[in-house]
């Protein structure tokens, strides 16, 4: 049995249907029995609980070859440090209380730095909880920025026409698909071929900018006029206050783009043939339907 976490999201979803498809037993944990239902019908066991209750979890990982973790993010929530801490607390307890000897667990990259870096510290400090864990196998995967998290603009290139965000226009950083998370996430649950702390960096195909990314988005909807707009950080954090993010992630978020800009968030070897993945931006978009952004 292998048992992931956030089945619903964007990288969990995609590792059950891998596993599920190599023929895999899977347990599949979310808070939504709704949401989980197209799973249950292509074969995953589910199970509903929140993830911030160590006995759930305890409950989940029991039984289970490795299992699939990561601090599913409430970027609502108006105390997000201390709703992070509390899940990656649970995640660490139930490791420990049910013996799991195998952990993928979902990272990012930066996460090597202990502050100053955002959203990506609160990640290193779930890093090291995890480090404490005894006689477990734990492979840490550090991508960055999610193709899907251009999803999220949608809606301001629908109002506005604009795509707009913190990070310098011409700022090339690693970009990657979820699916190519999920590949190497699915591979290491079914091998378990290391053992101890690893650290595996996935940065996807090439760097991209965001005036590029932002180019190659505006073709596919449609508006090659779509320009990329950099917003200084108050505004930013503002912007993503008024769109229902609280103000603690959204002070997080610009923190985060303000160590990209600084250039303090980097692969610790630069890119090689082990941390490039194959999906490229312009696959990704161009499985958008064409009226995403269409008022």
Not at 14 to 19: A, C, P, Q, S
Not at 82 to 101: N, T
Not at 169 to 194: F, K, Q, S
Not at 214 to 236: D, F, H, K
Request: proline fraction near 6%.
């Amino acid at each position: 049995m292998l048992t992931v976490m956030g089945a619903t999201g964007n990288t969990g979803k995609k590792v059950v249907e891998m596993l599920l498809a190599a023929g895999q037993p899977v347990r599949a944990l979310g808070r939504s029995e709704q949401r989980l239902g197209g799973l249950r019908a292509l074969g995953a066991e589910i199970l509903v609980g929140d993830p911030s209750e160590a006995a759930f979890l305890t409950r989940a990982f029991r039984g289970a070859s490795a299992v699939y973790v990561m601090v599913p993010p409430d970027r609502e929530t108006p105390h997000y440090h201390q709703d992070q801490q509390r899940k990656g607390e649970a995640i660490v307890q139930a490791l420990r209380e049910s013996g799991v000897r195998h952990v993928v667990a979902l990272s990012a990259l930066g996460t090597d730095q202990s502050d100053g870096t955002g959203l990506h510290a609160l990640l290193h400090a779930q890093e090291e909880r995890l480090k404490t864990l005894r006689d477990t196998n734990i492979l840490m995967l550090r991508p960055v920025s999610f193709f899907e998290n251009f999803l999220d603009v949608l809606p301001v290139i629908q109002q506005q026409g604009i795509n707009a965000d913190s990070v310098e226009p011409d700022l090339a950083i690693p970009m990657i698909a979820t699916r190519d998370i999920a590949e190497v996430a699915a591979r290491a649950l079914m091998r378990r071929d290391w053992s101890g702390i690893a650290v595996r960096e996935l940065l996807g195909p090439r760097d991209l900018s965001y005036r590029e990314a932002t180019r190659i988005l505006g073709a596919r909807l449609g508006r090659p006029e779509l320009n990329y707009v950099q917003l200084p950080p108050q505004e930013m954090s503002q912007a993503l206050v008024h769109a229902g993010l609280s103000e603690t992630f959204a002070r997080l978020y610009v923190e985060m783009t303000q160590a990209f800009n600084d250039g303090r968030i980097q692969p610790r070897a630069g890119r090689t043939a082990d941390n490039t993945t194959p999906t490229r931006f312009e696959d990704f978009v161009a499985e958008l339907p064409l009226d995403s952004a269409n008022p």
